[in-house]
């Protein structure tokens, strides 16, 4: 899988990095179908993270804010878990019976 991270305005901390890392441990067990992520960390009047994650023919995107930049990493993390599972369900709904 292909991870890009890219901060503005702040430095990546480990405590961060190690909350990525852990996701996408489980993301790649729990979703095999996701080939990259690219995430965003922007430090402002409220901190920001963007994720967006590459699959075979789509893009997921989720985003979180807080006044701490870990609060918006695992809004943005849980967000976008919540959206792959929407897509793989209904991905699931519109494939033909066997």
Not at 46 to 51: F, G, I, K, L, Q
Not at 55 to 71: E, N, S
């Amino acid at each position: 899988m292909n991870v890009d991270i890219q901060t503005e305005g702040v430095a990546m901390r480990p405590e961060w990095h190690r909350t990525i890392d852990d996701w996408i441990r489980g993301c790649r067990t729990r979703h095999p179908d996701v080939v990259g992520i690219d995430l965003v960390l922007r430090h402002g009047a409220r901190d920001e993270a963007a994720v967006v994650a590459t699959m075979r023919g789509a893009r997921v995107r989720a985003a979180g804010q807080g006044d701490l930049m870990a609060v918006a990493l695992h809004e943005a993390l849980d967000g976008l878990e919540h959206e792959l599972l929407v897509h793989e369900a209904v991905g699931r709904r519109l494939r033909p019976a066997a």
